[in-house]
């Protein structure tokens, strides 16, 4: 990772793609002293022990870096330390993860099932821009109650997303917000989510508008946990090396990974939502019909109907992250 990556400050998660109800996006470098060097070397040592966190905290990790470029290293480990001089002894102590190792071996995968957050699904209809932020303020905390556990077991940092409901245009630190589609922002760690989709789905079918909620928010809270991981910043400096094919293939194991990363929740949380009856029936449906095959315009970035659907049913089924490993899954399962 010696480049830096970098993102513009319009880059944020592409929204996932909606389906509607069936029938119906140099200079000169100074020459150091020894004394200064050996200082140097002895700050990277202590520099070390941070880890992941570090992965985590320089792709922005607040509003106070909200306006800034989010970059992480492209190809060395995280937490390399400088070269010694040759008079001095090699720092000892443990590397960093490599980006690799981040997405492939994250903690995240050995804490077995989340637990459940024991909350039933918010008693508000989309029916008012205040009844559907309303909505969303009620489920957050139990998302946030599921995910807080489960990072904490990981030993993994946690902070709490936020959620805006939002009409028309919304400008944000990732750019304008263009009431298309939900979408996770990196800069500021907010979930946007637009009222005149919920709105319109909830006039043509309640019950399907109400899983397309459910499942949209616990997807885009899936971003922001790979984000807390470290997941995120690893997969955007793996892709920097990459040609246009593997961006894109690179691009649908995250948006997969975040796709199953929801389902863990929603099945986690099954018995209390309740996910049964109808709202099952059509979260069944939603999940069998999203994906690339579904954006406008066409993209393959997020995953075909089948991908979506088997990855869906894996996070659902498990409850456990394990499940949701796509970074070492076969290209033909993130197609």
């Known amino acids: 990772m010696g480049q830096r990556v970098q993102q513009a400050p319009t880059w944020q998660y592409p929204p996932i793609p909606i389906p509607q109800p069936?029938?119906?996006?140099?200079r000169r470098k100074k020459k150091l002293t020894r004394p200064l060097l050996i200082?140097?070397?002895a700050l990277a040592v202590?520099?070390?022990?941070?880890?992941?966190?570090?992965?985590?905290?320089s792709v922005g990790g607040g509003d106070a870096e909200a306006k800034q470029t989010p970059s992480v290293p492209a190809s060395e480990s995280p937490s390399q330390s400088p070269s010694p001089s040759p008079s001095s002894p090699s720092p000892s102590g443990p590397r960093g993860p490599t980006v690799d190792e981040v997405v492939k071996g994250s903690r995240l995968y050995t804490i077995g099932p989340v637990a459940a957050s024991k909350c039933a699904e918010p008693p508000f209809?989309?029916?008012?821009?205040?009844?559907a932020q309303q909505y969303y303020n009620r489920l957050?905390?139990?998302?946030?109650?599921?995910?807080?556990?489960a990072m904490k077991k990981a030993n993994l940092p946690f902070r709490n997303p936020k959620a805006v409901v939002y009409v028309g245009k919304l400008s944000?630190?990732?750019?304008?917000?263009?009431s298309a589609r939900a979408a996770y922002c990196l800069a500021n760690e907010t979930i946007y989510l637009p009222f005149t989709v919920d709105n319109v789905n909830y006039t043509k079918n309640p019950v399907y508008a109400r899983a397309v909620m459910l499942n949209t928010f616990a997807h885009e809270y899936g971003h922001h946990v790979q984000k807390l991981s470290g997941i995120l910043a690893s997969s955007l400096s793996r892709q920097k090396s990459m040609n246009a094919t593997q961006q894109l293939t690179e691009s649908r194991r995250r948006e997969l990974q975040a796709t199953c990363l929801g389902a863990v929740y929603l099945g986690a949380n099954a018995p209390f939502t309740p996910m049964s009856g109808p709202l099952l029936a059509n979260w069944k449906i939603l999940i069998t019909h999203m994906g690339d095959d579904y954006a406008v315009p066409r993209g393959h970035d997020h995953g075909n109907r089948v991908s979506n659907y088997?990855?869906?049913?894996?996070?659902y089924n498990s409850k456990q992250p394990n499940s949701c490993n796509t970074f070492t899954a076969a290209d033909l399962r993130v197609s």
């Open 22 to 26: 069936p029938g119906g996006r140099r």
């Open 39 to 41: 200082g140097i070397v």
């Open 46 to 57: 202590l520099v070390l022990g941070t880890g992941i966190t570090l992965i985590v905290r």
């Open 125 to 131: 209809a989309p029916v008012t821009v205040a009844a």
């Open 140 to 149: 957050l905390p139990c998302l946030n109650h599921t995910w807080w556990l």
């Open 172 to 178: 944000s630190p990732c750019g304008i917000q263009r």
């Open 310 to 315: 088997q990855w869906s049913v894996a996070g």
